[in-house]
């Protein structure tokens, strides 16, 4: 199950993976990446945690920041596999009446 990104929701991901480029140029490294529900509350962890099973996405952690999910994956950042993500977390977030609100990677 997912949604269909717009041109810019690609392209911002596609940007954000070529800030890594610098230290990482093959981007062969695993970062820890949180991708982001927004205003979702800690009783939407069970269904995320359905959603991604269901749609075999491997995570590490899901936690819960203010008002916000963070879906904690060890990834490399391949871009296919990145924009497959946030369609898909797009998607769950849409159909719940929450944001898909983007991600962070860390080293």
Same mark, same amino acid.
Request: proline share 2%; aromatic share 10%.
């Given at each position: 199950?997912? =949604?269909? @990104?717009?041109? !810019? #929701? /690609?392209?911002?991901?596609?940007?954000?993976?070529?800030?890594?480029?610098?230290?990482?140029?093959?981007?062969?490294?695993?970062?820890?990446?949180?991708?982001?529900?927004?205003?979702?509350?800690?009783?939407?962890?069970?269904?995320?945690? =359905?959603? @991604?099973?269901? !749609? #075999? /996405?491997?995570?590490?952690?899901?936690?819960?920041?203010?008002?916000?999910?963070?879906?904690?994956?060890?990834?490399?950042?391949?871009?296919?596999?990145?924009?497959?993500?946030?369609?898909?977390?797009?998607?769950?977030?849409?159909?719940?009446?929450?944001?898909?609100?983007?991600?962070?990677?860390?080293?």
């Amino acid at each position: 199950m997912k =949604s269909e @990104l717009t041109k !810019n #929701e /690609i392209q911002a991901t596609l940007d954000a993976i070529d800030r890594f480029r610098p230290n990482d140029p093959g981007l062969e490294k695993t970062y820890e990446v949180e991708f982001v529900i927004a205003h979702a509350d800690s009783s939407t962890q069970n269904s995320i945690d =359905s959603f @991604l099973n269901q !749609n #075999e /996405i491997t995570f590490k952690n899901l936690k819960t920041s203010g008002s916000d999910i963070l879906v904690i994956i060890d990834m490399k950042l391949d871009k296919d596999k990145m924009l497959a993500i946030e369609s898909s977390l797009t998607y769950f977030a849409n159909k719940h009446g929450f944001k898909y609100d983007g991600w962070g990677a860390f080293e």
